[in-house]
């Protein structure tokens, strides 16, 4: 008889179930290896520079982003929420006074997951990847003069 004591049979069982509980936890890709990209992600990563959103105009967020996960009116305000692999980016368009096409106000990006804010490099490439239009002020300001 394989194991003939009890102890034997029970220290085989908790070993066997440790490394199927592992074996489940872990990551079966390779070190290194890339996890797959949504849609979203994977045309901001496709960009040869960072995106100026503020600004656009909502058909061209549309082209950039494809439909937004959650849309709603708040106000004079159109808010749209994307969610890009992990991070929410939360956009909020007015209409233009000159023509009454909503563009791009004011964009926020931060981790979906509460407690990956604690980290602040989560959606570090997100923020990368889209850059607010810099006024005569700020330049200056960033130039020390």
């Not at 003939?4 to 290896?33: E, K, Y």
């Not at 159109?78 to 939360?90: E, T």
């Amino acid at each position: 008889m394989v194991g003939g004591s009890w102890w034997g049979r029970a220290r085989f069982g908790i070993g066997m179930t440790s490394v199927l509980v592992s074996s489940c936890a872990s990551d079966p890709r390779p070190d290194g290896a890339a996890r797959p990209m949504s849609v979203e992600a994977a045309r901001l990563a496709a960009l040869d520079r960072p995106v100026h959103l503020i600004g656009m105009r909502a058909d061209a967020v549309e082209a950039l982003l494809g439909r937004p996960d959650l849309e709603r009116q708040e106000r004079q305000a159109q808010y749209r929420r994307y969610d890009v692999d992990g991070c929410a980016l939360d956009l909020y368009l007015y209409e233009a006074p000159s023509n009454g096409a909503p563009k791009v106000a004011w964009f926020e990006v931060r981790p979906v997951d509460p407690l990956a804010a604690l980290d602040s490099r989560v959606c570090a490439w997100l923020e990368e990847r889209l850059v607010a239009p810099t006024t005569p002020e700020r330049r200056a300001e960033r130039l020390g003069s």
